[in-house]
């Protein structure tokens, strides 16, 4: 493993310690929890630095324009692929290294996930959010090591669990430390090939005391069902996304690419750019309505 020295990034030294008060979890400048909703934004995979930083400054405008606080996301490594042929990544470290540097030209904190003990140390030196995947939710080792790291951290739920089921994720988290986490509900196995998204289990998380977010494009994936490529219903996620936020929750997760049918991963159920404005603004207003 390369040493801290090499790899701690000005932008890591910079950035602050994620603090929990009142129930808000704080990410670098933006805050889950509070009145406005939190949005994590970004493509599925990461393509290289100039399509992340180009992706990054489009979403950034967008965001601005409507007043909106985000944490932009990307990912280092598929490592759940279907096929094993399929596009998986850059690796950790030049992939935390670019997703931080973007995030700092923009002025956004950044997540990504991680899928070892080994890649939380090396995330932590750049990565403001820690995000453990949903098939690795329950790996004890995993969990404790993202806990120690200090960064904030958020586990999706997997797709086998009952809401219910979070409660010892937490206590994982809380015996190694860590306060500030939330959790992500992404649907659950509803058959073969094909999820559910219960709006009740946002409701019951949030009734334990956690922060949610709801993660719409990962919801209407039909896991496996392409065989060996990504398939799902993306025209759905944005119907899902709006339902979620009716049903009340503190952000909502949705992966976003300039022209999906040419991403390497994930392409089905992304949301095109040019639809991300006309998304959120539906998003906003359900949003206010209900205060």
């Given at each position: 493993m390369p040493s801290k020295k090499t790899t701690v990034s000005s932008r890591a030294k910079r950035a602050a310690k994620p603090a929990k008060t009142s129930g808000v979890l704080r990410i670098g400048s933006v805050t889950l929890g509070g009145k406005e909703p939190l949005f994590i934004l970004g493509p599925c995979v990461i393509e290289g630095a100039k399509p992340l930083l180009k992706a990054a400054r489009t979403i950034k405008s967008i965001c601005s324009d409507l007043g909106v606080q985000f944490v932009f996301k990307a990912s280092y490594d598929k490592a759940n692929r279907t096929s094993g042929s399929s596009y998986r990544g850059i690796g950790v470290l030049d992939g935390c290294r670019m997703l931080a540097e973007a995030g700092a030209s923009i002025g956004v904190p950044v997540t990504t996930d991680i899928h070892s003990p080994q890649e939380a140390e090396i995330a932590s030196e750049f990565i403001d959010l820690l995000q453990i995947p949903a098939f690795l939710c329950r790996q004890t080792d995993l969990i404790e090591a993202a806990a120690r790291t200090g960064r904030a951290v958020n586990v999706k739920k997997g797709q086998f669990l009952a809401p219910w089921d979070?409660?010892?994720?937490?206590?994982?988290?809380?015996?190694?430390?860590?306060?500030?986490?939330?959790?992500?509900?992404?649907?659950?196995?509803?058959?073969?090939?094909?999820?559910?998204?219960?709006?009740?289990?946002?409701?019951?998380?949030?009734?334990?005391?956690?922060?949610?977010?709801?993660?719409?494009?990962?919801?209407?994936?039909?896991?496996?069902?392409?065989?060996?490529?990504?398939?799902?219903?993306?025209?759905?996620?944005?119907?899902?996304?709006?339902?979620?936020?009716a049903a009340g929750v503190d952000g909502i997760f949705l992966e976003t690419h300039e022209n999906p049918a040419k991403a390497p991963s994930d392409g089905p159920n992304q949301i095109p750019h040019n639809k991300l404005p006309g998304t959120l603004k539906s998003l906003l207003s359900i949003r206010r309505a209900l205060d």
């Open positions: 979070l409660a010892p994720i937490a206590g994982k988290l809380r015996a190694s430390g860590c306060e500030s986490f939330c959790f992500t509900e992404r649907g659950t196995t509803f058959g073969y090939n094909n999820l559910v998204a219960d709006m009740r289990s946002l409701y019951w998380i949030r009734e334990q005391g956690f922060p949610v977010i709801f993660d719409a494009t990962h919801s209407v994936q039909r896991p496996g069902g392409g065989g060996g490529h990504t398939t799902g219903d993306g025209h759905l996620a944005p119907v899902l996304a709006r339902a979620a936020m």
